[in-house]
């Protein structure tokens, strides 16, 4: 609560205390101004309409953006209403425009709209097809003034149906689309005799498709739609509803196949050979359940070069071994990595392998004939 001192200060410019004061102590003071505060506020007269804005006209407001801000503000006295439109609707005020007095005028107050019907055939005329059309149409400045840019608006409980009906096209937004039952519209898709999603795709986007059948009916029927290959009739799966074969089993077919590597099975693969229940990417579907590899996939035993260093012996293993080969030259060394005499830990091109270790194909081979160093 405001002390007596603090009240007697803020409210002496509004009301006459002296009389008051005079003959009251502090406590029958504070009771009997409240009683006049209360009986001043209930008979508040605004300040007259005409003085009013007069007053708006000199804070060169410009817009409703500031109105609002300097009216939600401090500076706005208190006899100057916030709604003015209200206060003043019988005394002369017009629109915001007037009150600040920049002479602007609202959209909606700008002009007065033709009738539904009248405004609907003019659109009709302009030949637009999607409701993006019209709002650049509206953008442009080509637009009549008595037309509204939002029809749906202006003509709400008044004639309007849908943009479909105010452009002339009769085309209805999904969204109050009804479409045809699922059942019917399932065989309808099947009548096409299309056999895959890209083709049902394309179909839609042709034209020919009556607009009780929805483009996505896995949208549309949630509860129904299973699959495109269901929806077509194909009976095709996509692959995430897909069953594979187990990894093992897979790899054993793949192995029969004879192919030579990851190429070779792509090639295959897209031939539209490949069984429903052998994955195309089995990498992806395999990763956690025993893949290792397209090598191990397809039985050819190649291996990724990081895979086969861990397969080599270490240099002076490499060496001890090769050196009992007795081999004269690097075509010799070359000739039996080439054969099947070679064993898996030793590197075909040792000079990469151990390059921290390598001195030269003399020290390899345990040779010192001069020879060997013009090898290539």
Not at 156 to 185: C, H, Q, S, Y
Not at 355 to 374: H, P, R
Request: charged share 25%; hydrophobic share 35%; glycine share 8%.
């Amino acid at each position: 609560q405001l002390s007596f001192s603090i009240l007697t200060k803020s409210l002496s410019n509004s009301f006459d205390l002296s009389p008051v004061s005079s003959m009251l102590d502090e406590k029958d003071f504070a009771r009997q101004l409240e009683i006049k505060i209360w009986d001043k506020l209930s008979k508040f007269d605004w300040m007259p309409f005409e003085e009013a804005r007069n007053y708006m006209h000199s804070k060169r407001l410009r817009n409703s953006i500031e109105w609002m801000l300097w009216s939600a503000s401090k500076n706005r006295p208190i006899n100057i209403p916030s709604n003015p439109g209200h206060v003043y609707k019988n005394e002369g005020y017009v629109n915001l425009g007037d009150w600040l007095g920049t002479g602007n005028i609202a959209p909606k107050d700008m002009y007065e709209y033709l009738p539904f019907d009248e405004a609907k055939r003019s659109v009709h005329k302009l030949g637009l097809t999607r409701q993006v059309e019209w709002v650049e149409y509206c953008k442009s400045g080509q637009k009549a003034g008595n037309i509204p840019g939002t029809p749906e608006r202006a003509y709400k409980n008044k004639g309007w149906v849908n943009f479909g009906d105010w452009l002339g096209t009769r085309r209805v937004a999904t969204r109050e689309m009804v479409f045809r039952p699922f059942i019917e519209a399932r065989e309808f898709a099947r009548s096409l005799g299309l056999t895959r999603q890209v083709q049902w795709f394309e179909y839609c986007k042709s034209g020919q498709k009556p607009q009780d059948i929805p483009t996505s009916p896995r949208e549309t029927y949630t509860n129904q739609f299973k699959s495109y290959g269901d929806w077509l009739g194909t009976g095709r799966i996509g692959n995430k509803a897909r069953k594979y074969a187990s990894f093992n089993d897979a790899r054993d077919y793949a192995r029969g196949l004879s192919l030579s590597g990851k190429l070779a099975w792509g090639k295959w693969s897209a031939a539209g050979k490949r069984p429903l229940e052998i994955p195309g990417n089995p990498r992806k579907v395999y990763k956690e359940k025993g893949w290792s590899g397209w090598a191990d996939w397809l039985g050819t035993g190649n291996k990724h070069p990081s895979q086969k260093m861990k397969l080599y012996c270490d240099f002076f293993t490499a060496r001890k071994y090769v050196r009992k080969l007795n081999l004269t030259s690097v075509k010799e060394f070359v000739t039996f990595c080439k054969s099947d005499k070679k064993p898996e830990f030793i590197p075909p091109w040792p000079a990469q392998t151990y390059k921290g270790q390598w001195i030269n194909w003399i020290d390899f081979l345990g040779k010192d004939d001069l020879e060997i160093m013009n090898e290539k």
